[in-house]
């Protein structure tokens, strides 16, 4: 298995540290219907227009593995509709293995940071990702 979802009715039951095994992501989602109608839509997210509206720089796809985006002076960026303990865990090398350096971490209002963890380097930044779910995206290959 290269993917796995967690629902959860208590975040507090688990250790969100001890949920990482080098897979490709282990998403961790509390029980509601908000977080299950979001996981439907999860590719309908329009991630440009969050970043339009959160950077005044352009973001783009990053060319580095550590993270998903980036602008063009080095800024970091790494989005989390759901806890993904896989993700939570580059974040953490990648702040450890390059001191000085931070992140931003664009979080949906229903994750606690006190379920992911406060990491040093990391800005956080709230929103509410159904609010940029969009209709169909057209996937060209």
């Known amino acids: 298995m290269k993917n796995i979802i967690v629902f959860i009715e208590d975040i507090n039951m688990i250790?969100?540290?001890k949920f990482v095994f080098g897979l490709n992501e282990l998403l961790i989602i509390p029980n509601i219907n908000e977080n299950r109608?979001?996981?439907?839509?999860i590719n309908k997210i329009d991630y440009q227009e969050i970043f339009s509206k959160t950077y005044k720089d352009k973001v783009y796809l990053s060319e580095y593995d550590m993270c998903e985006y980036s602008t063009k002076f080095d800024k970091y960026i790494y989005t989390l509709p759901f806890i993904d303990t896989e993700k939570l865990s580059k974040i953490k090398y990648f702040l450890l293995e390059?001191?000085?350096?931070?992140?931003?971490?664009i979080i949906n209002k229903n994750?606690?940071?006190l379920a992911i963890g406060r990491l040093k380097g990391a800005n956080y930044i709230t929103i509410d990702f159904s609010k940029y779910?969009?209709?169909e995206f057209?996937?060209?290959e």
């Open 98 to 105: 390059n001191k000085g350096r931070t992140v931003d971490i």
């Open 133 to 135: 779910t969009k209709g």
């Open 15 to 17: 250790d969100i540290s």
């Open 111 to 113: 994750i606690s940071l």
């Open 138 to 140: 057209n996937i060209y």
């Open 37 to 41: 109608l979001l996981l439907d839509n």
